[in-house]
């Protein structure tokens, strides 16, 4: 069992910045592949960003990247959302989520391929 727990999160001004962090439990962290998610009111869940277990290879929603960067530190079991020149439509609850397969970034949009994820935390940006 893996337990995700997101921080990070609050309120910030159009074009300001946050970090996100997402905390995993255990001992298999290195393994997996890692991805944000988010979901405002109203909307469904869409992906953001998503990061191999490697690190090495990483994709992004057309709507943040350029914006947004994902990475990890597999040696503090921890990944990482940076988010820049953010906008209020940015404005959600973001989920990490760990895809316990591990792989590559082939269908790392894909929510159900994900196993584990966090509560969230939520992200406002005020205009």
């Not at 995993?24 to 001992?27: C, L």
């Not at 760990?98 to 970034?105: E, H, L, N, P, T």
């Not at 994900?114 to 994820?117: E, G, I, S, T, V």
């Not at 935390?121 to 205009?127: A, F, P």
């Given at each position: 069992?893996?337990?995700l727990?997101?921080s990070?999160?609050g309120?910030?001004?159009?074009?300001?910045s946050?970090r996100?962090?997402?905390a995993?439990?255990?001992?298999t962290?290195?393994?997996?592949?890692?991805?944000?998610?988010r979901q405002?009111?109203?909307?469904?869940?869409e992906?953001?960003?998503a990061?191999?277990?490697s690190g090495g290879?990483?994709?992004?929603?057309?709507?943040?990247?350029?914006?947004?960067?994902?990475?990890?530190?597999?040696?503090k079991?921890?990944?990482?959302?940076?988010?820049?020149?953010l906008?209020p439509?940015?404005t959600?609850?973001?989920?990490?989520a760990?895809?316990?397969?591990?792989?590559?970034?082939f269908?790392?949009?894909d929510?159900?391929r994900?196993?584990?994820?966090g509560q969230g935390?939520?992200?406002?940006?005020?205009?």
């Open positions: 069992q893996v337990q727990v997101e990070g999160g309120l910030v001004q159009a074009g300001g946050l996100l962090s997402c995993a439990s255990g001992r962290f290195s393994s997996y592949r890692m991805g944000w998610f405002a009111p109203g909307k469904q869940r992906f953001v960003a990061i191999s277990s290879n990483t994709y992004y929603a057309g709507s943040v990247k350029g914006r947004f960067t994902i990475s990890r530190d597999n040696a079991n921890t990944v990482y959302l940076q988010m820049n020149s906008k439509e940015d959600a609850v973001y989920r990490c760990a895809d316990s397969r591990g792989g590559g970034i269908g790392a949009t929510s159900f994900y196993d584990y994820w935390t939520q992200v406002t940006v005020s205009s």
